[in-house]
């Protein structure tokens, strides 16, 4: 168990729907990312917060959005799903944003039909 | 621009033999490197880091790595297989920018172990 709590576990939804996956860090990180992995793709990094602050950006669609809360939970928003969207996401934390280690939840399956 | 290759998708190995898997990177300065496992339903686990110092690194599980400079190459060794690494590995740098850091995974090397 890495600490970190990702919910829901599956989901599935319909194209043109809109979804929000969350996550929990571990106790007493600052730093949260998303990452998307899907079979064409690969694991495909998508943004890092640091303290409720964006910190990085990388291959997340205009279609998506993320924040984290005071409370440092983070929360990754998908609208205007597509066929394509259809992925495993993956939250991770770490302490800091110096590229220690990342420990990562078990992921949220999105399956849009 | 920045990447990481492994160049090898599927691997099969038997059980008890050696492993290794390869990771190439590209990236202008000195890297971080790291190297993961992904358990079949399970998030991702490190199984070692690379920052400095003595470039071949013990890791959790047997494993190890070792950083090559010359060759940009940070391959994953093993030298004796149990059934339990059945599992995808994942090679990454991370990649500074702007004062902030961000991982780059490789496409991932899916090991299978034959009794």
């Not at chain 1, 599956?10 to 990452?35: E, F, K, M, N």
């Not at chain 2, 494993?63 to 090559?68: D, I, P, Q, S, T």
């Amino acid at each position: 168990d890495s600490g970190v709590t990702q919910t829901p576990k599956h989901l599935i939804t319909a194209t043109g729907q809109r979804v929000t996956l969350r996550c929990s860090p571990r106790s007493g990180d600052l730093s949260v990312y998303w990452y998307q992995q899907s079979l064409d793709q690969g694991l495909q990094f998508l943004i890092q917060y640091y303290n409720g602050e964006e910190r990085a950006k990388g291959n997340i669609l205009e279609r998506f959005s993320a924040q984290q809360f005071p409370d440092l939970h983070s929360e990754l928003n998908l609208s205007s799903l597509e066929l394509g969207d259809s992925a495993l996401y993956f939250c991770a934390s770490s302490f800091d944003h110096s590229a220690g280690e990342l420990f990562f939840g078990e992921g949220s399956r999105l399956t849009v039909l | 621009a920045q990447s990481v290759t492994q160049p090898d998708i599927h691997i099969t190995v038997s059980e008890g033999a050696s492993l290794e898997l390869r990771c190439n990177y590209s990236y202008g300065a000195t890297p971080y490197l790291f190297w993961y496992v992904q358990s079949p339903g399970q998030g991702l686990q490190l199984l070692l880091k690379y920052f400095s110092g003595d470039t071949l690194v013990q890791g959790i599980k047997g494993f190890e790595a070792e950083f090559k400079r010359s060759q940009s190459s940070f391959n994953l060794r093993k030298p004796s297989v149990h059934w339990s690494d059945a599992a995808e590995y994942f090679c990454a740098v991370a990649i500074f920018s702007g004062g902030y850091n961000k991982l780059i995974f490789g496409a991932g090397t899916r090991l299978a172990v034959h009794p």
